[in-house]
C-alpha cells in the first residue's frame, strides 16, 4: 500500500470523528486540499472508513465524480452485505431461540445500528455471537443444518485443537456468509486468566433495534470493554475500531464511567479500557472530564495512546517499544504478575548461561539473573 500523505491523513481522521458542524467544516476544509483521491480510497477501505466517508462527503461539490461513483459502489455493496447480514443473524438468533440457546451477537452490524444510529455505515464484516459452551454442540448443528461448515480444527470429543481457543469459525460455501460461536472472550493467550463468556455479559444485557427486530445486546459497559480488548488485543492496527470506541462513547452520554472503571479493575481490563478510551478522545469524542482525568492518570496507556495515532496509519500493526512488551503492558496487574513468575517464564535457558558462566554450584543463581537479563535484552530493541 502506498504511503499516507499528510492531507488523507487529516481527511480520514475527520471522517471518522463523531458528527458535529466543526466535523463537517473540517472535512470540507481537508478534502479540498486532496489531490489522490485514489489514494484516500485506499486507505479508507484498509481502516474500514469507505462507508462513512462517502455519507461524509457524497452531496460535497469538491470531490471528483469518479472518485465519488467508485465510493458510492462501494457503499452500496457494503449496504447490501450489511442489510444480508442482518437478516442472517435474526434467523440465526430465531433458531437458536426455538432451541433454547441463549445468544448475544457483538460487534458487525449490532454494534453499527447501536452506536453508529445506521448499521450501513460500518464496514460490514462476519457474525460474531456468544453463548454458553454447554450449546456449542447444538448451536453447531443448528448452523449446519443452515448449510455452514466448521473450519475450525476439532479433537475426537468435538473439541478445538488449538489449547485456549475459544472459537468456532464457520463459513457458507453458497454466498461466503461467516459466523462465528464463541463461548470466552480474551485479550492474550494464554496470559489473559479470565473468564468472560455469555454468564458475564447476560445479566446486563439490552435490546437494541437491528433491521426493525428487538434483538439482545451487550450492555453499553460489557460493549465497551469488548471494544477496547478487541483493539488492544490487534494493537489497534484499523482506525475502525478506534472509531468504534469514539461512537458508542457519543451514543451513551449516560454512560456510568465509574461502573466502567470498576469492572475493567476486576476482569483485568484497566489498561485496555484506558488506552480504548484515551484513543478515542483524541479521535474526538467526549469523554467526560472526570472519567478522562482518571485515565490520563495511567501514563503508560498515555503513552501508548500517543504511539498509536501517530503510527496507525504510517505502520499498522506496530506496537510500542520499550523494556516490557506490548502483549504485558496491556494485561491487568494480576495477569502481569501472573505471566511474571510463571515457572515457564522463570525457567532459565541457554541464553542466560551465555550471558553469565557460572559453576555448577552456582546454576540455582540463573533463576535471579533470568528476569534481568530479560529486561536487558528487551532495553535494546
Not at 467544516?25 to 479508507?44: G, P, S
Not at 475450525?152 to 489449547?163: F, K, N, V
Not at 488506552?275 to 469524542?285: D, K
Request: aromatic fraction near 10%.
Amino acid at each position: 500500500m502506498q504511503q499516507i500523505d499528510r492531507n488523507t491523513l487529516d481527511l480520514l481522521r475527520a471522517v471518522a470523528t463523531p458528527e458535529s458542524q466543526a466535523t463537517s467544516a473540517a472535512i470540507a476544509e481537508r478534502a479540498k486540499e486532496i489531490t489522490h483521491w485514489d489514494l484516500v480510497i485506499e486507505h479508507a477501505r484498509r481502516h474500514g472508513l469507505l462507508p462513512i466517508l462517502y455519507r461524509r462527503v457524497e452531496f460535497a461539490d469538491f470531490v471528483p465524480p469518479e472518485a465519488l461513483q467508485q465510493m458510492k459502489t462501494e457503499f452500496e455493496r457494503n449496504a447490501f452485505h450489511c442489510m444480508t447480514n442482518a437478516e442472517e443473524l435474526l434467523g440465526v438468533l430465531d433458531a437458536f431461540q426455538q432451541a433454547g440457546i441463549a445468544a448475544i451477537p457483538f460487534k458487525g452490524v449490532v454494534l453499527a445500528a447501536s452506536a453508529y444510529g445506521d448499521m450501513t455505515l460500518r464496514s460490514a464484516g462476519d457474525l460474531d455471537l456468544l453463548i454458553r459452551f454447554d450449546d456449542l454442540n447444538r448451536a453447531s448443528q443448528i448452523l449446519q443444518q443452515r448449510q455452514y461448515v466448521l473450519k475450525t480444527s476439532t479433537l475426537e470429543d468435538g473439541s478445538p485443537e488449538a489449547e485456549n481457543y475459544f472459537e468456532y469459525h464457520f463459513e457458507r460455501p453458497a454466498d461466503g456468509m461467516i459466523l462465528e460461536l464463541r463461548w470466552r472472550l480474551e485479550l492474550t493467550q494464554p496470559r489473559y486468566r479470565h473468564n468472560l463468556g455469555l454468564d458475564w455479559a447476560w445479566p446486563r444485557r439490552k435490546s437494541i433495534t437491528v433491521a426493525g427486530a428487538d434483538v439482545t445486546s451487550l450492555d453499553p459497559v460489557c460493549s465497551l470493554l469488548v471494544l477496547c480488548m478487541h483493539g488492544s488485543k490487534h494493537a489497534w492496527s484499523r482506525w475502525i475500531w478506534v472509531c468504534d470506541v469514539a461512537m458508542l462513547i457519543e451514543s451513551e452520554p449516560a454512560l456510568d464511567w465509574e461502573f466502567a472503571r470498576r469492572e475493567a479493575r476486576r476482569v483485568g481490563l484497566e489498561r485496555c479500557l484506558a488506552l480504548g478510551v484515551l484513543l478515542a478522545n483524541l479521535a474526538g469524542a467526549n469523554v467526560p472530564l472526570p472519567a478522562l482525568t482518571s485515565f490520563e492518570a495511567d501514563e503508560d496507556a498515555k503513552n501508548m495512546a500517543t504511539f498509536f495515532v501517530s503510527h496507525i496509519f504510517q505502520s499498522p500493526g506496530a506496537v510500542p517499544g520499550g523494556p516490557v512488551p506490548y502483549f504485558l503492558r496491556i494485561l491487568g496487574f494480576r495477569d502481569r504478575m501472573r505471566c511474571l513468575f510463571s515457572p515457564a517464564i522463570l525457567k532459565p535457558n541457554e541464553r542466560d548461561r551465555a550471558a553469565i558462566k557460572l559453576p555448577k554450584a552456582l546454576e540455582p543463581l540463573y533463576y535471579v539473573i533470568r528476569p534481568f537479563r530479560i529486561l536487558r535484552d528487551r532495553s535494546g530493541k
